[in-house]
């Protein structure tokens, strides 16, 4: 298995929580993405980082919001949740010259009550 | 936009006997990278095969193995020998080819989810 970790594994909170979820990874790897999976859902990109102090929004909006200010490391953080943020966060990274595969870590699970 | 289809959203198969999944996807690029990703349950999602579209020839993978048909945007998987562990949601992938800022982003189809039957 690939060297990128997301804590925490499983998460429910209460709506207006502040929330940030953890991804890191070891491989020096520059890109690192966040990808929004519902159940039985497709993936849909939220956030990427081409690197340290470099952030982009994906193709799905979402309200969460990123930061890269180590390489290795790219929380992804809920200023205040609502049920409609319940879902699956996955984490990944890839190579940054030339490199297109893409590890991924095993996932947040949120639920929002 | 590039689209990435998955039309069976299960399959089961015996264990042993081999099955094939099935990808289709649009685009209008010539140069791009297509993939399989295997997600088992409550696992991380691990990279089973890459094809690269210049490339006439089909990738292979041990018992995983592909067919690529360029011109009809095809992309299916074959797996051989199937196992327990094989059980899993498999996603078919799309990346552009062109490495500009932006473009190396993944796009998903749906996913099929494969039951192996002992």
């Known amino acids: 298995e690939a060297d990128i970790y997301q804590t925490p594994r499983y998460l429910v909170i209460g709506t207006g929580k502040k929330i940030t979820l953890e991804c890191s990874q070891t491989m020096g790897h520059d890109k690192m993405y966040w990808y929004q999976q519902d159940p039985g859902m497709e993936l849909h990109l939220i956030h990427y980082?081409?690197?340290?102090?470099?952030?982009e929004k994906g193709d799905l909006s979402s309200e969460s919001t990123v930061s890269r200010i180590r390489t290795e490391h790219f929380p992804l953080t809920l200023e205040s949740a609502r049920p409609s943020h319940t879902s699956q966060y996955l984490c990944a990274s890839s190579e940054g010259q030339g490199g297109n595969i893409q590890y991924f870590g095993a996932g947040t699970r949120l639920s929002v009550l | 936009a590039q689209t990435v289809t998955q039309s069976q959203p299960e399959m089961s198969v015996q264990e042993a006997e081999t099955v094939t999944l099935s990808c289709t996807y649009d685009t209008s690029e010539s140069d791009y990278y297509l993939f399989w990703y295997k997600q088992p349950p409550s696992r991380q999602m691990i990279l089973v095969i890459r094809?690269?579209?210049?490339?006439?020839q089909n990738a292979t993978e041990n018992r995983f193995s592909v067919n690529f048909q360029k011109a009809a945007k095809s992309f299916s998987l074959k797996i051989s020998d199937s196992q327990l562990g094989d059980a899993a949601m498999y996603f078919c992938a799309y990346r552009s080819g062109w490495a500009n800022f932006g473009n190396e982003k993944l796009t998903f189809g749906t996913g099929t989810r494969l039951t192996i039957i002992p």
């Open positions: 980082s081409y690197g340290v102090n470099s952030t």
């Open positions: 094809q690269e579209a210049y490339k006439q």
